[in-house]
Structures are given as structure tokens and as C-alpha cells.
């Protein structure tokens, strides 16, 4: 389910700052967090911000692809594999700076069936989204 706040409120690099000691839990103390401030709506909607957002948006899509594939094969080879890798798998490729995250279609395929009454259809997405 989408967050109610503003994509782009994420994305806005000059509104970070180090979120100080006394706001962390005691095993977070020795991290550094960092926390955002929300921009106003006529910062938020000027042009120079859409743009910003649809670039960082189009870099994010360079840079993480997403597959579907089956959990009982390798999504490298396509060969089947005797363990489950569960849910799905995520890979990092630095030297091509990607990320690629691969989702088992064991978790969605009951959502295809036609026989499934409202409560069945809730639980499993309700599975389908906690999942992981």
C-alpha cells in the first residue's frame, strides 16, 4: 500500500538532517540516522521539484530492475533447484550498479484463480503483501 506522504518529500536532498541522540532507541545511539522535513505545497509543486522527482525516478528505474520468476528455479539460470529460495531473492550487481529483485509467482498464483470467495481473496493478499 502507498505511504500518504508525498513521494517527492522523499527525494528532496536538501531536507535531510542527522536525527540527534536523544530521539534514538538505545541500540540505534550509535548510528547515524538522518530524518526528513516535508517541503511546503508550493515548493513541493513548482517545476524545478516535479523534474527533480521524475529524474530521480528515472534513475531508480535504470538502476532496479524487477522479474518474476519461479521460487523452485534458479532466476539466474532458469534451472529448477531442489530448496525454495521462499518469496523471492534480491541481487546486487555493483560493478553494473543494479539491483535486481526477483518475486516468486507461488505467493501471487492463487490471486488467478476464479474460484475464490472475498475471504479468500483478502487472506491471500493480505499473505501476498506481509510476505517476505
Given at each position: 500500500?502507498?505511504?500518504?506522504?508525498?513521494?517527492?518529500?522523499?527525494?528532496a536532498?536538501?531536507?535531510?538532517?542527522?536525527?540527534?541522540?536523544?530521539?534514538?532507541?538505545?541500540?540505534?545511539?550509535?548510528?547515524?540516522?538522518?530524518?526528513?522535513?516535508?517541503?511546503?505545497?508550493?515548493?513541493?509543486?513548482?517545476d524545478?521539484?516535479?523534474?527533480?522527482?521524475?529524474?530521480?525516478?528515472?534513475e531508480?528505474?535504470?538502476?532496479?530492475?524487477?522479474?518474476?520468476?519461479?521460487?523452485?528455479t534458479?532466476?539466474?539460470?532458469?534451472?529448477?533447484?531442489?530448496?525454495?529460495?521462499?518469496?523471492?531473492?534480491?541481487?546486487?550487481?555493483?560493478?553494473?550498479?543494479?539491483?535486481?529483485?526477483?518475486?516468486?509467482?507461488?505467493?501471487?498464483?492463487?490471486?488467478?484463480?476464479?474460484?475464490?470467495?472475498?475471504?479468500?481473496?483478502?487472506?491471500?493478499?493480505?499473505?501476498?503483501?506481509?510476505?517476505?
Amino acid at each position: 500500500m502507498i505511504n500518504k506522504l508525498r513521494w517527492d518529500a522523499l527525494f528532496a536532498k536538501d531536507n535531510f538532517y542527522d536525527i540527534p541522540d536523544s530521539r534514538k532507541g538505545p541500540e540505534d545511539v550509535s548510528k547515524h540516522l538522518l530524518g526528513f522535513r516535508a517541503r511546503s505545497p508550493r515548493l513541493r509543486e513548482s517545476d524545478e521539484a516535479k523534474k527533480l522527482v521524475q529524474d530521480e525516478f528515472e534513475e531508480l528505474a535504470r538502476t532496479v530492475k524487477v522479474a518474476l520468476y519461479s521460487a523452485y528455479t534458479n532466476p539466474l539460470t532458469g534451472l529448477p533447484t531442489l530448496d525454495s529460495h521462499g518469496y523471492g531473492m534480491t541481487i546486487k550487481r555493483w560493478g553494473a550498479k543494479m539491483i535486481k529483485i526477483y518475486i516468486g509467482i507461488e505467493m501471487s498464483q492463487p490471486l488467478l484463480r476464479k474460484d475464490l470467495n472475498d475471504a479468500e481473496t483478502y487472506v491471500t493478499r493480505l499473505h501476498s503483501n506481509r510476505s517476505g
